[in-house]
């Protein structure tokens, strides 16, 4: 139960990144890769929460 709680913590922040990203994009010089980076961050923690849980219970 620990390592999906912990796999579903990941993949939630990851879902926050996405969200907080998609409704903070600012018109300016660098928003490009302020939403580059947290799109990356976001698409990273759900991607590391789905490979934590299947690592973890051994169905990799």
């Given at each position: 139960?620990?390592?999906?709680?912990?796999?579903?913590?990941?993949?939630?922040?990851?879902?926050?990144?996405?969200?907080?990203?998609?409704?903070?994009?600012?018109?300016?010089?660098?928003s490009?890769i302020?939403?580059?980076q947290?799109?990356?961050?976001?698409?990273?923690?759900i991607?590391?929460?789905?490979i934590?849980?299947?690592?973890?219970?051994?169905?990799?």
């Open positions: 139960m620990k390592t999906i709680g912990i796999g579903f913590i990941l993949i939630l922040i990851g879902i926050l990144i996405l969200w907080y990203t998609s409704k903070n994009s600012k018109k300016g010089v660098l490009s302020n939403n580059f947290g799109y990356t961050g976001g698409i990273g923690f991607i590391w929460g789905i934590y849980i299947l690592n973890n219970l051994h169905l990799w």
